[in-house]
C-alpha cells in the first residue's frame, strides 16, 4: 500500500507563497507519476500539476501555470508543489497522489495522501 504524507499547507494572504511536499513510502519512488490534485468547499477534487517519472515532464491546469512549479527528488522520494501569487481561488485542501502510467487526466487510478489544508485570504 502506497503512503503519501503531506506537509507545508496554511493560512497566507493574496499574492504570498507557499512550498507544499510530499514524501511517499512503500513504494519504487521512480518508478511512479506524481501529482498534485485540490478540492474546494461543495466542488469536486481537481487535477492541479503533476511530473513524469524522472522528472522530465511537467504538466499543469491553466488557472495555475506561470504561477505553480511541480518538482521531485527521486533521492529522497519527495515531490513538491510551489505555489506563487497565490490567490482566494487557491483555497483547497492539496492532495498528493500517486500512479504508475502517465494518464494524469484520468481521476481515477491514483494513490492518494491524506490532504493539506491552504487557505488564501484576500
Known amino acids: 500500500q502506497v503512503q503519501l504524507v503531506e506537509s507545508g499547507g496554511g493560512l497566507v494572504q493574496a499574492g504570498d507563497s507557499l512550498r507544499l511536499s ?61 505555489m506563487n501569487s497565490l490567490e482566494p481561488e487557491d483555497t483547497a485542501v492539496y492532495y498528493c497522489a500517486a500512479r504508475r502510467d502517465l494518464s494524469y487526466s484520468d481521476p481515477s487510478g491514483w494513490d492518494w495522501g491524506q490532504g493539506t489544508q491552504v487557505t488564501v485570504s484576500s
Do not use: H
Open 22 to 82: 510530499c514524501v511517499a513510502s512503500r513504494l519504487t519512488f521512480s518508478n511512479y507519476v506524481m501529482g498534485w490534485f485540490r478540492q474546494a468547499p461543495g466542488k469536486e477534487r481537481e487535477f492541479v500539476a503533476a511530473i513524469s517519472w524522472n522528472g522530465g515532464t511537467t504538466y499543469y491546469r491553466d488557472s495555475v501555470k506561470g504561477r505553480f512549479t511541480i518538482s521531485r527528488d527521486n533521492a529522497k522520494n519527495t515531490v513538491s508543489l510551489q
